[in-house]
Nanobody, 122 residues
């Protein structure tokens, strides 16, 4: 079993920045690839970013590439999503997730966090 807890969400103006953090406990952190997904009201949950077990390979959704950066600290069992130049369309609940596969698909996720709200005002 793995427990994921997100923090760092909040309200920010367009063009601003936020840093989301996710701390894992339970199963061995380095066993899992880590990812962030988001879900806006009335929409399906969508992939945002993923990073491999060692932290050397990452990938991003087209909508956030160049603005968001995912990183992980295996010594601290944490994964971070740095979000810059935020736009109103980035407003969503952001979920931390872990997976045995380095995939962008939510169907491959083993564990989910409870989510943290990010609201970007125009």
């Amino acid at each position: 079993q793995m427990h994921l807890v997100e923090s760092g969400g909040g309200l920010v103006q367009a063009g601003g920045s936020l840093r989301l953090s996710c701390t894992a406990s339970g199963n061995t952190f380095t066993t899992y690839h880590m990812a962030w997904f988001r879900q806006a009201p009335g929409k399906e949950r969508e992939f945002v970013a993923t990073i491999d077990r060692g932290g050397g390979i990452s990938s991003y959704a087209a909508a956030v590439r160049g603005r968001f950066t995912i990183s992980r600290d295996n010594a601290k069992n944490t994964v971070v999503l740095e979000m810059n130049n935020l736009k109103p369309e980035d407003t969503a609940v952001y979920y931390c997730a872990s997976s045995f596969t380095h995939s962008t698909s939510s169907s491959r996720i083993s564990y989910w966090g409870q989510g943290t709200q990010v609201t970007v005002s125009s």
